[in-house]
């Protein structure tokens, strides 16, 4: 019976060419997503899950309270895994990963700049699970100077080698690679590529438990492995012992305290953490899947919309098999066979697209799929029930309408007639329509974001400007050096030295400010910067004055500070003058007092995720604590000043590659979530509008050619082309409209609840629902006007007497 | 074999009430060739329609093989359809997409049959309606005549009790419709029970016996000689 069926559904689609043309290339494109979409959520959901103990693992996470500003950072103080594997008995193992960024390696002769080096505790292997290449887990990182690399770098540094035994330089320290382990996989929350022991160098302070250690907090991430059968709930309940001991006395001296959480190993990964590695949102997720069901709906909506429209077509047949005996179920069952085959021939022809589209979608995702990913595991399975489903969902209702229909009507040659399927029809069209209004919304409105956050003006000047990182002890010692030699190409306007640059972390102060009646504890951002700093970002200064190169004595006693300063510590009166305490020693007295000397205009010193802060400006009293060169060129010559840069520190340190980049950088990669998001909103947006094009498409080509009659009539008693042209339009806009009026207040919602998350976002205006609006009636009047005029240009005489 | 009692079928739209059968009785026994004849819109093919089992009465009585079925659910009356009936059409009725030996067997699939059950039995028809030749053709490449011919070997592939056929000479020229009627006759003679609606009086001639319908009722009855005519008038 099932090959009659297949054969049947076979022979249909061929002859009903572009009706299952179309049916087939919406639910391809649908299907499509939704496996891109599967393959996307499976992967995400399972970071992490490939260390054996991945179910006992946790990352301890740091809670500060500073002057009333909370910040929760996934990097935690040095003694935090060595006190709680001492305090708590459920603490079976712990290791820490101290992050090293722009590592130095010399290998023989060659050199390697690394971002992927950690300190890592011995103990790391019993934590996490590595497969060994060479070496073993025991002792491999017990000694000095010892270090681990993944297949990825030792296949880098020593070929196809066993580098077990050999050495290698690491910033200027010799370490003997004691074992290769395998990359860690891609979903991991955390990769390294080399471990150099935790007992190398400078480790005192990575094993003492000095409560001063509590509150000075390095890129240092703890992981704690528990004994099987023991809660992390049960250690948390017995942790304010802990923080007595260990952590607030040290805090209570400058009004702060710390408060310690434990993620599970699987949750890192959707952790919404300051500092965190590298973290996804589960937002992000449950967008992609909704965005992928809505396709799915929509190509089926395709489906469902031209069977029932052709069902007449399909009712002889129908008719025949019922007085042949096929009872309602068998006919149900043949239909619905016959929209999973189409489904499953769907599939098929995804499988190709995916081919072409993976690496547009690995480059949205920044993961690297291949169609091989859809193989592993329970994918498979999970791709063949979503085509399963699709196939029911696309046939259900066709397959209801047509195995109901009357056989004694039917055999007679009375068209089935659909009033009710007629109105679904529209109702489909309807919500095909109004999902790619919001989509169109949702693209534009992203867009529009984003092109605002650009535009920004960040309170400093950002054009024409190249940073310098200071990179090393020595060269910042030459810091002056470095300057005055850039400074003799013509090119060059100005420079200006820094500890941080705007859109770079900057350090937080606690301190005492003063206020009319006391000293009050606050918090308050801080950077060092040279006397060129504030003219050459010409950041404005509202109130007193700038540094002044003729007061020696202002290093490290005078401060700039922004507006934002001025209004949280309520000095409206007269800021200038007003004193800041810092660097508070155990007794709690201040070992840094600050006077106000001016006030600046709030300029954006951290992302524009972050609202403007409090800070103060510094001349610092050591100048080598630079870390930053800023350098302003003439517009235009970017591409010839760059290279000079390269040259200049290069002359003054051939041992490191010169990192130099445009101020603007971190501004713009700051976003690039946001812009993938727009990246895909548009991606999907383009599809859903293909399918509803393609679907009106082949709806309205069989309205018309059902109502030939009708225009052929028309004609007949006078009525133009253009006329009945404008009462299929009429009768189209109709639907588009009512789309319309149902997206828009569903985009809006949609929109401004998205915005909200912008610290600076613009005000959602109607502009984008016009867009879409008419974009929308576009796609429709062209589909309709093609049909309707192709129609309407037929001899009338041959299209009545057809009928 | 086949009683019906008071029949009556009325069809609704919204506005219209239309009495397509008016309490309409009679009785057709094992075995016999009848026609029913009457001008176009009396009713004739609704009445087919109960017959067959397409449609229920919207009043009386219908026995079907001593089964009272006037209110069985469409599901009760595929399966007794299936076992019992075959149809033969005006517009024969074949499915397109599907060849000649694929339109035949298709009740035989509907019974369960077994592939090589199948195709014994269709080749047996085949044979005997001397069509095998056919057999991988499509209806659009076959005559009016063949498409007829392939419409009678499916209707009987089955051994029903009874065939129905509406108006089988309606789209087919004389010498193909003699020929069809012919093996309507042959069938009969073979012991298969025949109710033919017809507009024709040549092919008529071919049935024992004639119901005429008029407006919905039964209006006369020829060589009547077993069956008990018994039409109210209101």
Known sequence: MLKNYITTAWRNMRRSGLYAAISIICLTLGITGAVLVTMYLNHELSYD?????????????????????????????????????????????????????DVLVKVREDQFREDGFVYADSMVFDVFTHHFLHGQAAGALSEPNTVVLNRSLSKKYFGNENPVGKTLEINQETFTV????????????????????MVSGDHEQFFSLNPELFWNININYTYLKLHKDHSMESLMEKMDAFYEKYV????????????????????????????????????????????????????SINYTNLSTARASKRSREIGIRKVSGASQGQLLTQFLSESILVAFVSLVFSMMIMEILLPFFNSLTGKTFSLLNLFHGSILAQVLLITLITGIAAGIYPALVLS????????????????RSGLLRKVLVVFQFAISIVLVVGTLTVQDQLRFLQNKPLGFARENKAVISLQGAQIRQRAEAIENSIRQNPLVLNTAKSFSVPGRDHNLNAVKVETETEMAEGAIAVNYIDHQFVD???????????????MRAEAGSAALVNQSAVQKFGWHENPIGKQIQRNFNQEGQPQSILRVVGVLDDFHFLSLKNPIDPIMLILPENPSIYRYLVVEYLEGTHAEVIPF???????????????????????????????????????FALITIIISFMGLFGLSSFTIEQRKKEIGIRKV???????????????????????????????????????????????MSFAPIVIAGALAFAIAMATVSYHTLKASRLNPVDTIRAE | MIKSVDLTKVFRTEEVETTALNKVSFEIKEGEFVAIMGPSGCGKSTLLNILGLLDNPSGGEYVFLEQEVSNYSEKQRANLRKKNIGFVFQNFNLIDELSVFENIELPLIYLGFSASERKKRVEEVLEQMQIMHRKNHFPLQLSGGQQQRVAVCRAVVAKPHIILADEPTGNLDSTHGDEVMNLLETLNKNGTTIIMVTHSQRDASYAQRVIRLFDGQIVTEDKATEFVLSSTTQ
């Open chain 1, 645 to 683: 840069l390269e040259s200049v520190i290069r002359e003054f340190d051939q041992s490191r590659i010169p990192e130099i980049v445009p101020l603007t950088q971190p501004f713009f990669q700051e976003f690039e979530a946001e812009k993938n998001m727009g990246k895909v909103f548009g991606f």
């Open chain 1, 536 to 550: 050459m970002m010409e950041i404005t200064l509202k109130e007193g004055r700038g540094f002044d190169r003729r």
């Open chain 1, 49 to 101: 899950t490939h260390h054996k103990h991945h179910e006992s693992i946790y990352r301890m996470e740091g809670v500060y309270n500073m002057a009333g500003t909370t910040h929760h950072l996934a990097i935690t103080p040095f003694p935090l895994g060595i006190a709680m594997d001492l305090e708590f008995s459920e603490v079976e193992a712990y290791t820490r990963f101290f992050l090293q960024e």
């Open chain 1, 717 to 763: 008693l006078g009525s133009s082309s253009g006329r009945v042209l404008k009462l299929l339009f009429k009768e189209y806009s109709r639907l588009i409209l009512i789309a319309l009026l149902i997206a828009s207040p569903v985009a809006w919602f949609l929109m401004v609840r998205w915005l909200e998350d912008f610290v600076y976002q613009i005000s």
């Open chain 1, 248 to 299: 607030n006395p040290m805090g209570e001296t400058f009004g702060a305290s710390a408060a310690y959480l434990a993620t599970p190993l699987r949750e890192t990964h959707f952790a919404s953490v300051q500092m965190a590695p590298e973290s996804s949102s589960r937002a992000t997720l449950l967008i992609f899947s909704v965005v992928a069901l809505f396709l799915v709906i929509i190509a």
């Open chain 1, 404 to 419: 109901r229909m009357n056989p004694s009507l039917i055999v007679k040659g009375v068209p089935a007639t659909h009033g």
């Open chain 1, 178 to 197: 004691t074992a290769v382990v395998e990359d860690l996989p891609d979903n991991t929350h955390f990769k390294y590529g080399g471990m150099l022991s």
